[in-house]
Each structure stands twice: as C-alpha cells, then as structure tokens.
C-alpha cells in the first residue's frame, strides 16, 4: 500500500521529466515537492510519533527510496529524514526532539559532511575540531556533501583530541564556505570549507571523542536506503528497456522476440529480483537488531551498486544508438547509478566489510 501510494504521487509529481526540466534550468532541488513529501509523513519516516513522525522503520524507508529511484527523484529525503533522523534518534535529548521535529515538518534539512578525499572513509577523517575553551575551532573542508549546496544545516565528522567528534551545526555559521558543486546525476553536492568555526558543547551530537556510536547507525540507514533507491533506478531502467524491446521492431518483428536479448533481459529481471530480497533483509535487520545489521547493510549496497550498473549497461546496450543521446532518458539512469555507487561506500568498500565479517 506504501509502494502503491508513492507511485501513484511520484507519477504525477516527479516523473523522469521532471528532473530533466530541473537540470535544464540549472536547479538540483524543487522545495515545493519536498513540502508535499513532507505533508504526506515521508520527511517522518523514521522519526517517533512523539516527535511528528510516524516512525515506519527502515524496511518502509527503503520501500520509499524504491519508489523514488525508478523515477529518479531528487530530494534531501535520504540526507534528511533517513541519515539526519537516525543520528538525531541516538542522542534523545531535548534539542534531538526539536531537530525531529523540525525534519517531520519539513522545516529543516540536513547534508552529511564525512568524505574528505576520492573514497568513502570515516576513520581516516583529518578534520580537525581543536579544544578553544568550552567549545571547538573547526578547521578544513569536505567534499562530495550530498545536498550540502540547501541544507539548512550539516552533520560534520572532526577528529579532536581523542578521537572523533560528530557536529551538527547551523549551514550559514561563520568562517563555512560552500562551492555548490552540480553532479552529473543532476543532485545537489558541495565542497564545504571551514575556516576556524566556532563550536560549542550544544554543537556536539553525542559525546566527544564518540562520533561512531551516532554516526555508524546513521550511516548504515542510509547506506540501506541508498541500495533501495538504487534498486528502483535498476527497475525503472529495466522496465524502459522491455517496453523498447516489444516496441522497436527490426526485420518487421518486434526485438523483444530475439532470443539473445530475452535472455539478456531474464538475467537482468532475476539479478534485480535478488537484490530486492537483499534489500529488504537489509531493512528488516536494522528494524530488528541494528547493532547487527552491518553485513546485511553492506550485502545490500554491494549488490544494488553491482545491479544498478548492469542495468543501465543492458538498457543503453538493447536501445542501441538512441541509447545514448540526451533526447533519450536511459542516459539519466546511468549517471545517477554512476553517482550512487560512489556515496557511502562504493561496491569494493561494501565488498570488503561483507568479506571481512564472513571471516575471509
């Protein structure tokens, strides 16, 4: 019921027109469609009645970030209501409850500042955030902050004195620096500098020196939306390209009755229903026991970082040459799924924790 209402407001709302009318007039974000996902309780997923959401879970996050990624909907829905409200449900205190809030509402929004070099890697974070009285000096920059261009304000990773410190600090403080940087899947990211900001105690999310025990859950939240969202774009991929086949004819019969591409499409049909299940494990792991959900996270986002990139190769392939024009939206598909398997941890990241937790 979820899925069904989703679509059926994503149809009309954001069809893969949409984006392409946002990146021709040279925007990355449509705040009006972001209020109408918030009046719907989407921005409130994850986020307890107490505080305005509905608190779904995570297995109904995903069945959403699905439902966005077959039309390839650009949002602050996985920076915002899925990482920024798990980090801000581990704290509970009372301005975690009014940031909730605020999210619910659709009010405030949020972007992740963690990556500093060309891979996904929290732990080797050199930011520094250096002890000035009660409070921190930030000094430094990050990159690749997804929706770091809008948010109203950013969850931060620094190093201090021992060990690193998560922050969640107003976007517009002094001493930040953003360079809106427009991806190549039409998203807003950014390069964010820090040039000796002011932090203080109130700043801290968490404790000192304990970024992870905040952070980790959040991470694998959105890493587990991510793969879903990423899961949708293969199945909107996959369906683009079986209308092509019963539609382009050659020899006066359809593709589609080529033995060679059904068997093609088959394939690509059985990968996205496997890593469906993936996904949905995923989902049910962290509702069910988050501190064991990490290979179930990484399987997941492994596996929808591998399909979606088989998906979008089939589809560009069995289109043939219009495949790979502009004019055509299979191009569309192929550079969100380019961008996506690069976010919190590309496949031989994911591939890695998967083969060190298996004992291997």
Same mark, same amino acid.
């Given at each position: 019921?979820?899925?069904?209402?989703?679509?059926?407001? &994503?149809?009309?709302?954001?069809?893969?027109? @949409?984006?392409?009318?946002?990146?021709?007039?040279? %925007?990355? @974000?449509?705040?009006?469609?972001?209020? =109408?996902?918030?009046?719907? *309780?989407?921005?409130?997923?994850?986020?307890?009645?107490?505080?305005? *959401?509905?608190?779904?879970?995570?297995?109904?996050?995903?069945?959403?970030?699905?439902?966005?990624?077959?039309?390839?909907?650009?949002?602050?829905?996985?920076? /915002? +209501?899925?990482?920024?409200?798990?980090?801000?449900?581990?704290?509970?205190?009372?301005?975690?409850?009014?940031?909730?809030?605020?999210?619910?509402?659709?009010?405030?929004?949020?972007?992740?500042?963690?990556?500093?070099?060309?891979?996904?890697?929290? =732990?080797?974070t050199e930011m520094e955030a250096k002890a000035d009285g009660n409070g921190f000096r930030l000094s430094g920059a990050k990159t690749f902050v997804v929706d770091g261009a809008l948010a109203?304000?950013?969850?931060?990773?620094?190093?201090?004195?021992?060990?690193?410190?998560? !922050?969640?600090?107003?976007?517009?403080?002094?001493?930040?620096?953003?360079?809106?940087? @427009?991806?190549?899947?039409?998203?807003?990211? +950014?390069?964010?500098? !820090?040039? =000796?900001?002011?932090? /203080?105690?109130?700043?801290?999310?968490?404790?000192?020196?304990?970024?992870? /025990?905040?952070?980790?859950?959040?991470?694998?939240?959105?890493?587990?939306?991510?793969?879903?969202?990423?899961?949708?774009?293969?199945?909107?991929?996959?369906?683009?390209?079986?209308?092509?086949?019963?539609?382009? %004819?050659? !020899? #006066?019969?359809?593709?589609?009755?080529?033995?060679?591409?059904?068997?093609?499409?088959?394939?690509?049909?059985?990968?996205?229903?496997? /890593?469906?299940?993936?996904?949905?494990? +995923? #989902?049910?792991?962290?509702?069910?026991? +988050?501190?064991?959900?990490?290979?179930?996270?990484?399987?997941?986002?492994?596996?929808?970082?591998?399909t979606a990139q088989l998906a979008v190769m089939e589809g560009v392939q069995m289109h043939g040459g219009i495949g790979m024009t502009d004019a055509y939206d299979m191009g569309f598909y192929? %550079?969100?799924?380019?961008?996506?398997?690069?976010? &919190?941890?590309?496949?031989? @990241?994911?591939?890695?924790?998967?083969?060190?937790?298996? *004992?291997?």
């Amino acid at each position: 019921m979820l899925a069904d209402s989703a679509r059926g407001f &994503l149809d009309g709302a954001a069809p893969v027109s @949409h984006l392409r009318g946002l990146r021709d007039a040279g %925007k990355t @974000h449509d705040a009006r469609l972001w209020r =109408d996902m918030a009046q719907m *309780g989407w921005a409130g997923i994850l986020i307890p009645e107490d505080a305005g *959401g509905s608190d779904m879970g995570h297995a109904a996050a995903g069945v959403l970030a699905a439902e966005m990624g077959k039309t390839l909907v650009t949002s602050p829905f996985l920076s /915002t +209501a899925v990482i920024a409200a798990t980090a801000l449900k581990q704290v509970g205190d009372a301005r975690g409850i009014a940031a909730l809030k605020s999210i619910a509402a659709g009010e405030a929004t949020y972007a992740l500042a963690v990556d500093e070099g060309r891979k996904f890697a929290p =732990d080797a974070t050199e930011m520094e955030a250096k002890a000035d009285g009660n409070g921190f000096r930030l000094s430094g920059a990050k990159t690749f902050v997804v929706d770091g261009a809008l948010a109203d304000r950013l969850l931060v990773l620094a190093r201090t004195g021992g060990g690193l410190t998560l !922050f969640d600090i107003p976007a517009d403080r002094e001493g930040i620096t953003r360079d809106a940087q @427009h991806m190549i899947d039409s998203r807003d990211s +950014a390069r964010i500098r !820090f040039d =000796d900001v002011a932090a /203080t105690g109130d700043d801290v999310l968490g404790a000192v020196d304990d970024a992870m /025990t905040v952070l980790r859950p959040a991470l694998e939240a959105g890493q587990a939306a991510l793969a879903a969202e990423m899961s949708g774009l293969a199945a909107g991929a996959f369906g683009m390209t079986v209308a092509y086949l019963k539609e382009r %004819k050659q !020899f #006066g019969v359809p593709i589609g009755s080529f033995q060679a591409l059904q068997h093609r499409a088959a394939h690509l049909w059985c990968e996205t229903e496997v /890593t469906a299940s993936a996904i949905l494990h +995923a #989902g049910r792991a962290l509702d069910e026991d +988050a501190a064991n959900a990490t290979l179930a996270v990484s399987l997941a986002k492994a596996r929808a970082t591998a399909t979606a990139q088989l998906a979008v190769m089939e589809g560009v392939q069995m289109h043939g040459g219009i495949g790979m024009t502009d004019a055509y939206d299979m191009g569309f598909y192929m %550079k969100r799924a380019r961008v996506a398997a690069e976010w &919190l941890g590309d496949y031989g @990241h994911h591939a890695e924790v998967v083969a060190g937790l298996r *004992g291997f």
